[in-house]
């Protein structure tokens, strides 16, 4: 894990792209990003494909192997990233991944001999649609937020809101791959089974608690053998890299079904993610220490390690923001929700990987892994409404005069992630968006 942390030359603040959109201060996609997606020109039967971002600009993975500019391993991972799925990339396994970024910083800095051969290798990213940028074949969400296990916790035990396990196990549920979509996505409100306040019968209808879930997605790389754990020592090295991710969440239809077994129709029906993909090697200056209460327990020693210890955790400025239907019509802007850092979490990535394989359960490239939701320590900084509203008692006041306790038809939901500080170059998630539709009828 150490290696991985690690700053390099790929790091240094003062690179400079010969694509000029990279190199403002406040730019997404620096030359110290490089985060990956997969793409094709909107409207066109291209086929998906691979691609870097480099400011508002898409180096297309496919068009640069072909051009030949690179060579040796990052050739070879070059070539792996050309397909309509990131999954043989993330397969290849850190040293590839590593490589290819080394290659594609020197290639598209300043003065590179490269420029030639790549320049018409760039698709601007306000023509691209995007594709979910791997095959996913398994997804799990987990619950790594103690502010918002203790939030939620309170609204139905307010004297002992936490659960006892919390502190010891990275919790998680196994979700649904199939209804993940990339930022743009647009579905019907779902419709299921609800209680309503003091009834003894469901009734059948539409969600009329419909929420987003502000998380962070982690795709896996080359995974574990079935039996074989993975360290936590190891654990970094099988991710990667990181997305945001929006859990939209059914709260009356949870409330119904969720026991025994958790969640299951409250959830599946859609889930977002943002389609660049940034490495757990671009986010290396932004790591810092894990951190725990004095009076909390230690990890068990298959949770805990010195280099987890010291930079485990990861502080991406995170923010949500609402734009409903009116507010599109009349041409304002979403509204600011929420702002928090991931830096928050109770467990961090590596000991969300240990905690899945140590049974021997096996990860596959492209496999998803969700944070859970991320609520800061205060109220205002929730990751989800049913939080912001104290469980729909508090509305809140958009600055159009609208109000929402949930979700309404229309409303689009907009998650931002980016990492920013003194003395490194600043990187971006950009934005995953999401629009709810009226219940199918
Ligand atoms: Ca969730």
């Known amino acids: 894990m150490m290696t991985m942390t690690l700053l390099n030359e790929t790091h240094d603040p003062a690179l400079r792209s010969w694509v000029m959109s990279a190199n403002p201060e406040n730019a997404d996609f620096t030359i110290q990003n490089l985060p990956f997606a997969v793409f094709r020109r909107r409207d066109t039967n291209e086929a998906f494909r691979g691609g870097v971002a480099i400011g508002d600009q898409i180096l297309d993975l496919a068009a640069a192997a072909a051009s030949g500019a690179l060579s040796g391993d990052a ?37 590179a001999v490269e420029e030639s051969q790549l320049a018409g290798c760039l698709v601007p990213q306000a023509v691209a649609e995007f594709a979910v940028p791997a095959r996913i074949g398994d997804y799990t969400d987990f619950y790594t937020s103690v502010y918002h296990a203790t939030n939620i916790g ?91 991710l929006n859990d939209w969440s059914a709260r ?43 009076r909390d ?43 928090t850092s991931y830096r928050h979490a109770y467990w961090t990535v590596a000991q969300m990987v240990a905690h899945h394989t140590v049974n021997g359960c096996n990860l596959q490239p492209g496999d998803l892994l969700g944070t859970g939701t991320l609520s800061g320590p205060t109220l205002d ?35 931002r992630g980016w990492c920013e500080k003194p003395g490194a170059a600043r990187i971006g998630f950009g934005e995953c968006i999401g629009t709810v539709l009226p219940a199918r009828a």
């Open 75 to 111: 050739a070879a991972a070059l070539q792996a990233a050309a397909g309509e799925t990131l999954n043989a990339l993330m397969a290849l396994g850190q040293p590839a991944w590593s490589a290819l970024r080394l290659a594609l910083s020197r290639a598209l800095r300043t003065g």
């Open 381 to 415: 900084q929730a990751g989800a409404l049913i939080e912001l509203t104290v469980g729909g008692k508090q509305p809140l006041t958009l600055p159009n005069g609208q109000t929402r306790t949930y979700l309404e038809d229309g409303d689009a939901v907009v998650l």
């Open 154 to 244: 309170r609204q139905f035990r307010p004297d002992n809101p936490l659960l006892p396990n919390f502190k010891w196990i990275p919790i998680g549920y196994h979700g649904r791959a199939s209804s993940i979509g990339v930022s743009g996505q647009s579905f019907p409100r779902p419709v299921g089974q609800t209680l309503p306040p003091g009834a003894s019968v469901p009734v059948f209808g539409p969600c009329k608690r419909l929420d987003y879930e502000l998380e962070m997605g982690v795709f896996v790389g080359h995974g574990n053998a079935l039996g074989e754990p993975i360290a936590i020592t190891e654990a970094e090295a099988s991710v990667f890299g990181m997305c945001l």
């Open 252 to 294: 009356d239809i949870q409330a119904w079904e969720y026991q025994p077994l958790g969640p299951f129709l409250s959830k599946n029906f859609a889930s977002t993610i943002s389609p660049w993909i940034v490495t757990l090697e671009a986010l290396a200056p932004y790591r810092v220490a894990f951190t725990r209460p004095e």
């Open 297 to 339: 327990p230690l990890p068990l020693p298959y949770l805990d390690a010195p280099a987890n210890r010291a930079q485990g955790a990861m502080d991406v400025q995170l923010e949500v923001l609402l734009q409903t239907q009116a507010m599109r019509e009349q041409g304002q802007a979403a509204a600011r929700l929420t702002r």
